[in-house]
Protein backbone atom coordinates (compact mmCIF):
# COMPACT_ATOMS: atom_id res chain seq x y z
CA UNK A 1 0.00 0.00 0.00
CA UNK A 2 1.49 3.49 -0.88
CA UNK A 3 1.95 6.10 1.52
CA UNK A 4 0.83 8.44 -1.43
CA UNK A 5 -3.30 7.61 -2.05
CA UNK A 6 -4.34 7.90 -5.76
CA UNK A 7 -7.69 6.49 -6.88
CA UNK A 8 -6.88 3.27 -9.40
CA UNK A 9 -9.20 4.89 -11.93
CA UNK A 10 -10.91 7.60 -13.03
CA UNK A 11 -12.21 7.96 -17.03
CA UNK A 12 -13.69 11.10 -18.74
CA UNK A 13 -14.96 11.84 -21.88
CA UNK A 14 -13.20 13.58 -24.98
CA UNK A 15 -13.08 16.83 -24.36
CA UNK A 16 -14.03 16.71 -20.99
CA UNK A 17 -12.02 17.83 -17.20
CA UNK A 18 -10.89 15.45 -15.04
CA UNK A 19 -8.89 15.53 -12.06
CA UNK A 20 -6.78 12.88 -10.26
CA UNK A 21 -5.77 13.54 -6.34
CA UNK A 22 -2.90 12.17 -4.34
CA UNK A 23 -3.09 12.16 -0.96
CA UNK A 24 -0.52 12.62 1.55
CA UNK A 25 0.23 12.41 5.57
CA UNK A 26 2.30 15.23 7.30
CA UNK A 27 5.39 13.81 7.12
CA UNK A 28 5.35 13.94 3.06
CA UNK A 29 3.26 16.37 1.15
CA UNK A 30 2.25 18.14 3.80
CA UNK A 31 5.63 18.67 5.51
CA UNK A 32 5.82 21.06 2.92
CA UNK A 33 8.26 18.36 0.17
CA UNK A 34 7.79 19.01 -3.48
CA UNK A 35 4.95 17.27 -5.13
CA UNK A 36 5.70 16.06 -9.17
CA UNK A 37 3.86 14.14 -11.46
CA UNK A 38 4.57 11.59 -14.25
CA UNK A 39 2.77 10.48 -17.39
CA UNK A 40 2.97 6.57 -18.54
CA UNK A 41 1.88 5.73 -21.49
CA UNK A 42 1.66 2.30 -23.02
CA UNK A 43 4.49 0.19 -23.23
CA UNK A 44 6.62 3.32 -22.58
CA UNK A 45 8.88 4.83 -19.79
CA UNK A 46 6.93 7.72 -17.73
CA UNK A 47 7.73 11.20 -17.78
CA UNK A 48 7.84 14.12 -15.77
CA UNK A 49 4.55 15.96 -16.92
CA UNK A 50 4.09 18.68 -13.78
CA UNK A 51 7.17 19.38 -11.06
CA UNK A 52 7.22 20.80 -7.95
CA UNK A 53 3.33 20.66 -8.08
CA UNK A 54 2.17 23.50 -10.52
CA UNK A 55 5.10 23.70 -13.08
CA UNK A 56 4.85 22.34 -16.67
CA UNK A 57 8.10 21.64 -18.00
CA UNK A 58 8.39 22.85 -21.75
CA UNK A 59 6.17 20.38 -24.53
CA UNK A 60 3.63 19.66 -22.00
CA UNK A 61 0.42 21.24 -22.87
CA UNK A 62 -1.26 23.80 -20.86
CA UNK A 63 -4.28 21.51 -20.62
CA UNK A 64 -2.45 19.96 -17.92
CA UNK A 65 -2.22 21.51 -14.30
CA UNK A 66 -1.06 20.94 -10.81
CA UNK A 67 -2.30 22.34 -7.74
CA UNK A 68 -1.51 21.46 -3.73
CA UNK A 69 -3.46 22.29 -0.83
CA UNK A 70 -2.15 20.65 2.90
CA UNK A 71 -1.60 17.03 2.63
CA UNK A 72 -2.79 16.58 -0.61
CA UNK A 73 -2.31 17.29 -4.15
CA UNK A 74 -4.03 17.15 -7.75
CA UNK A 75 -3.32 17.02 -11.37
CA UNK A 76 -6.60 18.42 -13.41
CA UNK A 77 -6.42 17.67 -17.17
CA UNK A 78 -8.99 19.76 -19.58
CA UNK A 79 -9.81 19.30 -22.94
CA UNK A 80 -9.47 15.22 -22.49
CA UNK A 81 -7.97 13.54 -25.93
CA UNK A 82 -7.63 9.95 -26.62
CA UNK A 83 -3.54 10.48 -26.33
CA UNK A 84 -4.41 11.29 -23.07
CA UNK A 85 -5.16 7.66 -21.95
CA UNK A 86 -2.13 6.53 -19.53
CA UNK A 87 -1.12 6.12 -16.13
CA UNK A 88 -0.23 9.09 -14.06
CA UNK A 89 1.65 9.30 -10.77
CA UNK A 90 2.55 11.52 -8.22
CA UNK A 91 5.67 11.15 -6.32
CA UNK A 92 7.29 13.00 -3.23
CA UNK A 93 9.32 12.60 -0.11
CA UNK A 94 8.61 11.28 2.83
CA UNK A 95 10.70 12.01 5.96
CA UNK A 96 9.29 9.13 8.28
CA UNK A 97 10.84 6.67 5.94
CA UNK A 98 13.49 8.99 4.69
CA UNK A 99 12.83 8.40 1.03
CA UNK A 100 11.61 9.26 -1.88
CA UNK A 101 7.74 7.75 -2.63
CA UNK A 102 5.19 7.10 -5.62
CA UNK A 103 1.54 6.82 -5.41
CA UNK A 104 -0.20 3.87 -6.68
CA UNK A 105 -0.74 5.32 -9.95
CA UNK A 106 -4.07 6.43 -11.48
CA UNK A 107 -5.16 4.49 -15.24
CA UNK A 108 -7.23 7.60 -17.16
CA UNK A 109 -9.50 6.04 -19.89
CA UNK A 110 -10.93 7.93 -22.02
CA UNK A 111 -14.07 7.58 -23.20
CA UNK B 1 19.74 16.14 -25.31
CA UNK B 2 20.55 14.36 -21.82
CA UNK B 3 20.12 10.83 -22.33
CA UNK B 4 19.90 7.91 -20.20
CA UNK B 5 20.39 4.15 -21.99
CA UNK B 6 19.96 1.19 -19.83
CA UNK B 7 21.30 -2.20 -20.99
CA UNK B 8 19.18 -5.11 -22.72
CA UNK B 9 16.69 -7.24 -21.11
CA UNK B 10 17.64 -10.00 -19.45
CA UNK B 11 16.38 -13.76 -18.37
CA UNK B 12 17.62 -15.70 -15.61
CA UNK B 13 17.40 -18.78 -13.28
CA UNK B 14 16.66 -18.27 -9.57
CA UNK B 15 19.98 -18.09 -7.44
CA UNK B 16 22.11 -16.41 -10.75
CA UNK B 17 23.59 -12.92 -10.09
CA UNK B 18 22.82 -10.11 -12.45
CA UNK B 19 24.23 -6.45 -13.18
CA UNK B 20 22.15 -4.27 -15.22
CA UNK B 21 23.72 -0.54 -16.36
CA UNK B 22 22.55 2.85 -17.13
CA UNK B 23 24.83 5.23 -19.10
CA UNK B 24 23.83 8.60 -18.85
CA UNK B 25 24.92 11.50 -21.57
CA UNK B 26 24.36 14.76 -22.68
CA UNK B 27 24.98 16.11 -18.93
CA UNK B 28 27.52 16.44 -16.03
CA UNK B 29 27.17 12.64 -15.16
CA UNK B 30 28.85 13.28 -11.47
CA UNK B 31 26.42 16.01 -10.12
CA UNK B 32 23.57 14.68 -10.62
CA UNK B 33 21.98 11.90 -8.65
CA UNK B 34 21.10 8.45 -10.77
CA UNK B 35 17.97 6.75 -9.25
CA UNK B 36 16.53 2.86 -9.98
CA UNK B 37 12.75 2.26 -9.83
CA UNK B 38 11.51 -0.95 -9.97
CA UNK B 39 7.54 -1.72 -12.17
CA UNK B 40 5.90 -5.06 -11.44
CA UNK B 41 4.12 -6.47 -14.15
CA UNK B 42 0.48 -4.52 -14.08
CA UNK B 43 1.63 -2.79 -11.28
CA UNK B 44 2.84 1.02 -10.37
CA UNK B 45 6.44 2.57 -9.77
CA UNK B 46 8.43 1.74 -7.07
CA UNK B 47 11.54 3.71 -5.75
CA UNK B 48 14.64 1.88 -4.91
CA UNK B 49 17.31 3.64 -4.24
CA UNK B 50 19.91 6.30 -5.90
CA UNK B 51 23.32 7.30 -6.40
CA UNK B 52 25.61 10.50 -6.56
CA UNK B 53 28.29 9.46 -8.68
CA UNK B 54 30.69 12.31 -7.47
CA UNK B 55 31.50 11.12 -4.23
CA UNK B 56 29.32 7.55 -4.52
CA UNK B 57 26.79 8.45 -1.63
CA UNK B 58 24.19 5.92 -2.23
CA UNK B 59 20.40 6.06 -0.65
CA UNK B 60 18.33 2.91 -0.94
CA UNK B 61 14.21 2.88 0.42
CA UNK B 62 13.74 1.03 3.27
CA UNK B 63 12.07 -1.85 0.98
CA UNK B 64 15.16 -2.68 -1.13
CA UNK B 65 17.72 -1.88 1.59
CA UNK B 66 19.36 -5.19 1.26
CA UNK B 67 18.19 -6.62 -1.21
CA UNK B 68 19.72 -5.11 -4.02
CA UNK B 69 23.09 -3.06 -4.57
CA UNK B 70 23.14 0.49 -6.59
CA UNK B 71 26.81 1.41 -7.93
CA UNK B 72 28.48 3.42 -10.70
CA UNK B 73 31.37 4.12 -12.30
CA UNK B 74 31.66 7.65 -13.17
CA UNK B 75 34.76 6.62 -16.01
CA UNK B 76 32.31 5.53 -18.14
CA UNK B 77 29.38 7.66 -16.65
CA UNK B 78 27.49 4.77 -15.99
CA UNK B 79 25.21 3.18 -12.97
CA UNK B 80 24.72 0.09 -12.29
CA UNK B 81 21.48 -2.17 -10.14
CA UNK B 82 22.56 -5.10 -9.18
CA UNK B 83 21.32 -8.43 -7.33
CA UNK B 84 23.49 -11.66 -5.95
CA UNK B 85 20.67 -14.04 -5.82
CA UNK B 86 18.11 -13.39 -7.64
CA UNK B 87 14.43 -14.55 -7.03
CA UNK B 88 11.68 -15.03 -9.25
CA UNK B 89 9.73 -12.21 -7.28
CA UNK B 90 12.49 -10.10 -8.89
CA UNK B 91 10.59 -10.63 -12.28
CA UNK B 92 9.95 -6.92 -13.09
CA UNK B 93 10.96 -3.46 -15.61
CA UNK B 94 13.49 -1.90 -14.11
CA UNK B 95 14.05 1.89 -15.19
CA UNK B 96 16.43 4.61 -14.00
CA UNK B 97 16.24 8.07 -13.85
CA UNK B 98 18.18 11.12 -13.20
CA UNK B 99 17.69 13.46 -10.20
CA UNK B 100 19.21 16.50 -10.43
CA UNK B 101 20.65 18.38 -7.25
CA UNK B 102 18.25 21.31 -7.23
CA UNK B 103 16.08 19.74 -9.90
CA UNK B 104 14.45 16.99 -7.26
CA UNK B 105 12.45 15.42 -9.90
CA UNK B 106 13.05 12.43 -12.21
CA UNK B 107 13.73 13.25 -15.49
CA UNK B 108 14.50 12.32 -18.19
CA UNK B 109 13.88 8.49 -17.49
CA UNK B 110 15.95 5.01 -18.96
CA UNK B 111 13.84 3.35 -21.64
CA UNK B 112 13.95 0.44 -18.82
CA UNK B 113 15.56 -3.21 -18.66
CA UNK B 114 13.01 -6.12 -18.35
CA UNK B 115 14.51 -8.34 -15.86
CA UNK B 116 12.75 -12.16 -16.10
CA UNK B 117 13.88 -14.86 -13.15
CA UNK B 118 12.22 -17.66 -14.51
CA UNK B 119 13.68 -21.78 -13.98
Known amino acids: QSVLTQPPSVSGALGQRVTIPCTGT?????????VHWYQQLPGEAPKVLIY???NRPSGVPDRFSGSKSGTSASLAITGLQAEDEADYYC???????????FGGGTKLTVL | EVQLVQSGAEVKKPGESLKISCKGS????????IAWVRQMPGKGLEYMGM????????TYSPSFQGQVTISADRSISTAYLQWNSLKASDSAMYYC????????????WGQGTLVTVSS
Open chain 1, 26 to 34: SSNIGAGYD
Open chain 2, 51 to 58: IYPDDSEI
Open chain 2, 26 to 33: GYKFVTSW
Open chain 2, 97 to 108: ARLGTLENWFDP
Open chain 1, 52 to 54: RAI
Open chain 1, 91 to 101: QSYDSSLSSRI
